[in-house]
């Protein structure tokens, strides 16, 4: 491993900042793997859900992968690429990270998919989800279906009916020529290539920086493993891409973007009047549910339990709900205040947030997106 605390280390990055910084500007890229993302959590191991799905690296579980957030080098490419220094980012990596990050689409490509995203192949919009598409697919519309990528879920374009694919490069799939080609093309045009967290032993991702050595490019490489390129790399630097990525931008005078990690969130209620029955005071009754939902119900896989205290009038006033849905219905007047307190998973230091919901009775009912800051909590 490189001491990142000896002077030949300094030396090395300081030069690739001077570099990166040179005017003209040189063109530079990056190309990422599964090692850039071990610091959220995430490693190279196939989990059985996604066995057949993919021969990318993917996490041991989903939970990792849906709770995992971008890290210090994912935030540093994303700055590097929205100021310039960096023109284009590749990845085998299909976690997405390198989307939330802030890297804009024009500037990536996503060699093996991202599992939060499905697309449209009638109007080719593009809906990037919180949860991963192909484990939460929509079960019930894929009985006629026979598409493997198909997710069940209808594009939602004015005038379009198309159905949603996810972007998975499943087993003996070739990657989509659009995106390969494009890689191909940057690595061809780049001046600096620099590889990050990958051992390059994956085809074609490990022949784009060849393409680009071949062509003059000077080539980068940065992980704590040994890769199939280590012998023609022009900077060789053992380190983690954290790491790496903390001193580089120190050298640049640039400070590393704070992530900001958001879930919108529905709290709210749905009500409709009692039917009155004979010889029972039903005035001002009403059947009404009280819910927190996912935004386009989506999965609230960052939620543990769910617990509503209602008015005292009401035995058991207090009610926990263990899993999804956390919907309760009741029967009462109204109107009166319900404490709700949402328990996050323990993946988040905050234990618990907790919000006020007056139960009304007007129209249909009364709800309100909140959005969960989950950012270090």
Known sequence: ???PNSAETYAKIKSLAELLSSTPR?????????????????????FPEHF??????????????EQAIPTQAHMSLAKLADEGYLSYVA?????????????QPARLGELYGNVFLETCPKCRAEYLRDYDVAMHRNRAAL??????????????????????????VRNEETLAEPVITRALQEALQAEVVFCLGSNLESSPF????VA???RGAQLIIVGPERTMLDGVADVRLRMSPDRFAEMLMKSLGKAIPKFALRKPIW???THEMVTPEKGFDTENRHKWTVFVRGDNNSPLNFIDRVEFRLAPSFDPALIVLEEPPFELTRVGRGPFEVLITIHLTHNFRRGSLTFRHMLLFQDIGEQKCVQIDLTGV
């Open 1 to 3: 491993m490189e001491d």
């Open 91 to 103: 990845t085998c990596n299909i976690d997405g990270l390198h989307r939330r990050s802030g890297v």
């Open 206 to 209: 490990c022949e784009l920086p």
């Open 26 to 46: 040189k063109r530079a890229i990056a190309f990422t793997g599964a090692g850039i993302s071990a610091s959220a959590g995430i490693n190279e191991q196939e």
């Open 212 to 214: 680009a050595k071949e």
């Open 267 to 269: 709290i709210g209620n």
């Open 143 to 168: 009985a006629e279906l026979a598409d493997v990528h198909a997710t069940g879920r209808q594009c939602t374009t004015p005038g379009c009916d198309g159905m949603l694919r996810d972007t998975l």
């Open 52 to 65: 057949e799905t993919t021969t990318a690296p993917l996490p041991t579980n989903q939970f990792a992968l």
